[in-house]
């Protein structure tokens, strides 16, 4: 496998449901970013971990919980989740956060979540 | 603060005619900017970035695109569309990790 995968690609829960995304990167990378990309709206950053601690949480509802076991793999845990929640959900990583370094970011293929 | 305006919602071109997507961009800092693309339910690829090295980048696929600072513009360009390139396309400006992604231009290749 090479640059940034995730599964499941699609993903259809309950609001009652808790599931997880997983993102694996193999680039060797420092940090990593969940996005979150609905219909007709720009790009939402949603967290970002450099070297697996939390470096911003961008007034992410709590029913998302990430997690960063090591800067290899990101979670996103979800639970009673809201039909608004649909969206596609894109991982990404860059070499760190140093200027130079964090800007060019290598995204995942998505997954794709539909609230039920 | 940034920003970044794709002027362009939606292109149409024939196959084997250039392609040309706009965008404005507005920043505090010196930006960094960048095309991504992105193909029908697939995540977003890396086209070009354009970091003050040189004022004309050249990118995959044969795309390129100028940055020029009077006109705050990146815009990106292809001499001859291919079939293969139809999809969405962001322009993106960026100050350290904090992303500025476009609205997005779709463009679609008639044979």
């Known amino acids: 496998e090479t640059g940034v995968t995730q599964t499941p690609r699609h993903l259809v829960m309950g609001m009652t449901n808790k599931k997880s995304l997983k993102c694996e990167q193999h680039l060797g990378h420092n940090a990593m970013y969940w996005y979150k990309q609905s219909a007709k709206k720009p790009l939402e950053l949603m967290f970002v971990?450099?070297?697996?601690?939390?470096?911003e949480n961008n007034s992410v509802p709590s029913r998302f919980s990430p997690e960063c076991p090591n800067s290899s793999h990101l979670f996103l845990h979800l639970h009673t989740l809201q039909p608004e929640d649909s969206a596609l959900y894109l991982c990404?990583?860059?070499?760190?956060?140093?200027?130079?370094?964090?800007?060019?970011?290598?995204f995942g293929p998505g997954t794709r979540l539909t609230v039920l | 603060a940034q920003s970044v305006t794709q002027l362009d919602s939606h292109v149409s071109v024939s196959e084997g005619t250039p392609v040309l997507l706009r965008c404005n961009y507005s920043s505090s800092y010196s930006p960094s900017l960048f095309w991504y693309v992105q193909h029908p339910n697939k995540g977003l690829q890396l086209l070009l970035k354009y970091t003050s090295a040189a004022t004309l980048v050249k990118g995959i696929n044969g795309f390129e695109a100028e940055f020029k600072k009077s006109e705050t513009s990146f815009h990106l360009t292809k001499p001859s569309a291919h079939m293969s390139d139809a999809a969405e396309y962001f322009c993106v400006v960026s100050v350290y990790y904090k992303l500025s992604f476009g609205a997005g231009t779709t463009v679609t290749v008639r044979a």
């Open positions: 971990y450099s070297l697996e601690e939390r470096v």
């Open positions: 990404a990583s860059s070499q760190g956060l140093a200027p130079g370094s964090a800007d060019t970011q290598y």
